[in-house]
């Protein structure tokens, strides 16, 4: 394939030209007297989009450097749609279909002869959807794409394994609270969404042990039809033979059932100070979560210059005001949540020594209160809105990222040129924008507060910034009664 | 801005491996994309092309980290890794001529409070605290001429992305990417951080640093492993945590980081490898330019201790509230010995994919494991290290099952040779994990630079792994028996106080 034309342009908003001349230069005393050369025009290759009739979309995409061949089937339908009942069964799904094996080899087998080819085919099972993928050298190609297909046609989820992939998942819960990190952005998701939010709820050992393999294989009857696929191909291939191939492997499997599209109500967290104990830590883990939004807000260009302000990068707010200035934190950042087909949870987070716990959560009040009393400058937006542009290339600078970023679009039924209206938007921001975001999106009464730690060890106690919910974090033993169902 | 991932862990997920016979993969291509050139003063350069995108990536390594700390000033490796992003005398600063004298200030102060509040006899609790308020006060004097984290603002505001450093126990990196029509500015702010640094708000950074330790020690993880490399090493650094020590984190001063980055900062301990849309023809007189003004100076004596060998059997153990981990290593040779291909060769057999033996026998067989693996070069690579033996126990099982299953396979590749598939996968494995390593600007300039740094040569990263390819089974069962032995272990595990139940997995009612 030749390259198409890109849907994205890049020419820098680089500065003043001058010439990329070394002799002609004099050595520069001050970084100010830096200028950079106009970047050259980059048109990143697109990669070629097919729509089989029955409904499977297909990309395409060469890239000749390394003889690789990859390819990724994303399938509607994620563990957002499992039973509340069964929550882990996707999970479960996602290692069963490939650990099960096919019709024809088990998956032992399959480990053996894609091992012996340096090969991978893995399957998974995410909260939006499923994946089936594979990574090899060329040479090889044929036979690992024809497990591949066998894979996704004709899996066999054998009844010994899905043991193993409930023995992951136990321990998975029996560790969960081991870490204070995954304990608060657990128990904040519940917080913004509730705790029976297909975007919250999390596996227990009576839900996984309800899990068998005909709902595995009821799944897959459901869910495993061509047009509820999108495949991506990326390497080292001539796109005119791949189409073919995949049109042959392809073509006469029968449309199905389309994936249901989720329900799900979002209100966001009751506020108040939420506290979970844990008692073998020297330093506590601090969150504050809203109900964020969607990227097909009109406001998402703005809000993504006030992240990159407020709490994105080295110059950021959070990072020098909380990090650098007072030194209470290693780990701090935030910003106002979101995704493509739900509001995601706007976040501020940090870490610090148990003893200035309350230290750091005035600092955090500080900084939303700041954004009343010293709103963003001039200065401050520039530099944001710079630090967006200017790294734009790094959106697309391999062929599998322009890929991956199509395969998204086409996913969420975002437009195809999505991220060059989100450069034209991000370029269009101004100081008012920002302003109405701060104003619209952070509502210092609205947040639930929420910290892990050894509160005897606190400077102050949590009481002191209004009533505290003290959150009961132990795993339901099994047998016991389940929660949140 | 990070501590270091053990050593292995890079290794596995990067791949380090062999050049495959295709076109584009072999030492020969990368002959004609790379130029090296070591300047006047003793820095090495390495250029690699690959103008896929108009953007490019670095690697700074300095042949440096815990390894040249001493009791005292543990942490400080890593601590002037923090330094190197406040600033310069141009950057970070709103004046100079009048922050300067401020610094001096900050720096005679806190040695006249720390001198007081470390006197072990006869000490003034009313000086302390007044010695301790004029340190504070210099520096609140010193910050206000600081402008905060410029240095960062002009790298991410002039494009730059994944703009960080990492130090680990024998090296210190620093790294980021930007677009390519930004590399005069590269050159200017590379050179100028190591050329003319300013130590501002130091004291502030050590307490941020202070804060990364206690998200390692507030993890289980991070508790057994430095309390296992403390007890497998009794003489060599490989011992000290990375992070330094509490007390030293409150005690060690500006001074003694500028003591150590004069030192070890010179630029014969230094590489800079670039990878991306650059031309070294173009680039080259830049580098030269920019870098070749840092003043040349001696390259560091190499390390004189060596751990001696283990003549006694250790075992740290945890008892915790989190649930159980193990861990069991074996002292080995570093990196730059011939055997280091073996030891890889065993790593792999013993470790990767749903094929190694540990994933076979303890997680798909017994059932007792949800992850167990054997890695090569733990916690560094550089001087002799450790083979270690690591798994994560399934609900209700011990660590002491766990042992009992990896010392059986151990036995096995002693007593008996693999078979011939298993060395063929491994050899194949090598060669196609380079490949997959070479399609990345940042990983290829990180595996470039780290094989220049190790092996003196760029080339390493190729030959090391053409010695996997000649790798034997007699060698394995060789540098098993010879490195596998009782007396050569140090065994960490976290024991639960409250060992989760074992559900009874694959029943459907519970019970």
Sequence with gaps: ?485 | MRKHEPKWVLMYLLGLALAAPAAAQDVASFEKRITLKVLPNGLTVLICERPEAPVFSFFTHVDVGGDREYPGITGLAHMFEHMAFKGTDKIGTRDYAKEKPALVQVEQAYQAYDRERRRETGRDEEKVAQLEKAWKDAMAAAEQYVVTNQFGEIVERSGGTGLNAFTSNEETAYHYSFPSNQVELWAYLESERFLHPVFREFYKERDVVHEERRLSESQPFGRLFEQFSGAAFIAHPYGRPVLGWPSDLESFSETDAENFYKKYYVPSNMVVTLVGDVKAGEVLPIVEEYFGRLPAGPKPEPLRTVEPPQIAERTVILHETSQPIFVEGYHKPGARDKDDAVYDALQDLMSNGRTSRLYRSLVRDKKIAAFSGGFNGYPGAKYPNLFVFFAVSTPGHTPEEIRDAIHTEIDRVKKEDISDNELQMIKTRAKADLIRGLGDNEGLAFQLGTAQSLYGDWRGLFRHVDEIGQVSKADIRRVANATFVDNNRTVGMIESTQLAQAPAAGKETPQ
């Design chain 1, 1 to 485: 394939m030749k390259g198409q034309t890109g849907l994205i342009v890049f020419a820098l908003m680089a500065l003043a030209p001058l010439g990329f001349a070394p002799s002609l230069r004099g050595q520069a005393t001050d970084w100010k007297q830096i200028q950079a050369p106009p970047l050259h025009p980059f048109h990143p290759q697109q990669p070629r989009r097919v729509e089989l009739p029955n409904g499977m979309v297909i990309f395409l995409q060469e890239d000749h450097e390394l003889p690789l061949v990859r390819g990724t089937a994303r399938i509607r339908g994620g563990s957002h749609l499992e039973p509340a009942a069964k929550i882990g069964m996707v999970s479960i799904y996602g290692q069963v279909w490939r650990t099960g094996g096919t019709k024809s080899k088990t998956g032992d087998q399959l480990d053996d002869y894609l091992e012996a080819r340096a090969a991978k085919v893995e399957t998974s099972g995410g909260g939006d959807f499923t994946t089936v993928t594979w990574d090899c050298l060329k040479d090889n190609f044929d036979e690992v794409f024809g497990v591949f297909i066998e894979l996704l046609r004709e899996p066999e989820f054998r009844e010994d394994k899905l043991p193993l992939a409930k023995n992951q998942l136990n321990t998975s819960i029996s560790r969960r609270n081991d870490q204070p990190f995954g304990i608060a952005f657990r128990e904040a998701a519940k917080l913004v969404y509730g705790a029976d939010s297909p975007y919250a709820r999390v596996p227990e050992y009576a839900t996984v042990a309800a899990v068998t393999r005909d709902d595995l294989l009821n799944w897959h009857r459901r869910f495993v039809h061509p047009n509820n696929i999108i495949l991506g191909v990326v390497g080292d291939f001539d796109s005119s033979q791949m189409e073919a191939k995949l049109r042959s492997a392809f073509e006469s499997w029968p449309r199905g059932e389309a994936a249901p599209k989720l329900e799900a109500s979002f209100k966001g967290p009751k506020p108040g100070i939420y506290f979970a104990e844990k008692g073998d830590v020297t330093a506590s883990t601090v969150q504050m979560v809203d109900l964020g939004t969607r990227r097909d807000n009109p406001d998402y260009y703005a809000i993504d210059v006030f992240n990159e302000f407020f709490g994105g990068g080295f110059s950021s707010r959070l990072f020098s005001n909380i990090r650098s200035k007072k030194g209470l934190a290693y780990a701090v950042g935030g910003g106002i949540g979101t995704d493509f087909d739900h509001p995601a949870i706007t976040r501020l987070f940090l870490g610090t020594q148990s003893k200035t716990t309350a230290a750091a959560l005035d600092a955090f009040n500080a900084e939303l209160d700041a954004l009343k009393t010293n709103p963003p400058t001039p200065e401050e937006l520039t530099k944001a809105k710079q630090s967006i542009l200017n790294s734009f290339v790094f959106r697309f600078d391999s062929r599998e990222k322009v890929l991956g970023e199509r395969m998204t679009y086409e996913f969420y039924g975002y437009p195809a040129d999505f991220l060059e209206r989100y450069r034209l938007g991000v370029d269009k921001v101004t100081l008012d924008d920002v302003k109405r975001i701060a104003d619209k999106y952070i509502h210092k009464d609205q947040f639930a507060v929420l910290v892990v730690g050894k509160a005897a060890d606190f400077d102050r106690p949590l009481s002191s910034f209004g009533p505290v919910t003290t959150l009961d974090i132990a795993i339901p033993k099994l047998g016991g009664p389940v929660t949140h169902q």
